[in-house]
T-cell receptor, first 113, second 112 residues
């Protein structure tokens, strides 16, 4: 079934560790996004991509990095996790074009101790 | 860049009453305005959207209005039901930049 998948669903990790949050979509979408969201709170855009080898920073400053080597895959990496990185991270994708619907993944809830 | 404000932050209504959520945006070049609903513990999902060449759009109990001159748009939910309880996010997009910027959200509670 075409969908957007995020793993892991929950992650608890110690300060200083390197982590990668995975996001894959099987819908053939060119555009992909990462949003950071605290529970029930605002969705902050931290990274987006128009397609392979395209990555841009969003409006919220983030210490994370992203890569887009394949159309379907858009991983987010934190080189050294800190407690301030504790949050939910939502990946999304949409078709290329003007004003297209965003499809969200189920999110990764990250807790950094 | 675009900035989206949303009011109220919380809203409680009796079942069967109407609910209205209002948003304003800053970038006059924005031309696409979606609304997302996020139930507790679930992913946001699009419920309705409107483009700048339309002033109003309706889908069953949900309607959205857009005033481009004033740069504000609103979500109207009629005959509310308990399953409408969720956080609602408005958003604005300037399509040449392809970035969807969300408002801070409104937590709607429908009391049975």
């Amino acid at each position: 079934e075409a969908d957007i998948y995020q793993t892991p669903r929950y992650l608890v990790i110690g300060t200083g560790k390197k982590i990668t949050l995975e996001c894959s979509q099987t819908m053939g979408h060119d555009k992909m996004y990462w949003y950071q969201q605290d529970p029930g709170m605002e969705l902050h855009l931290i990274h987006y991509s128009y397609g392979v080898n395209s990555t841009e920073k969003g409006d919220l400053s983030s210490e994370s990095t992203v890569s887009r080597i394949r159309t379907e895959h858009f991983p987010l990496t934190l080189e050294s996790a800190r407690p301030s990185h504790t949050s939910q991270y939502l990946c999304a994708s949409s078709e290329q074009g003007a004003g297209e619907k965003l499809f969200f993944g189920s999110g990764t809830q990250l807790s950094v101790l | 860049g675009e900035n989206v404000e949303q009011h109220p932050s919380t809203l409680s209504v009796q079942e069967g009453d109407s609910a209205v959520i209002k948003c304003t945006y800053s970038d006059s070049a924005s031309n696409y305005f979606p609304w997302y609903k996020q139930e507790l513990g679930k992913r946001p999902q699009l419920i309705i959207d409107i483009r700048s060449n339309v002033g109003e759009k309706k889908d069953q109990r949900i309607a959205v209005t857009l005033n481009k001159t004033a740069k504000h748009f609103s979500l109207h939910i009629t005959e509310t039901q308990p399953e409408d309880s969720a956080v609602y996010f408005c958003a604005a997009m300037e399509t040449s930049y392809d970035k969807v910027i969300f408002g801070p959200g409104t937590s709607l509670s429908v009391i049975p």
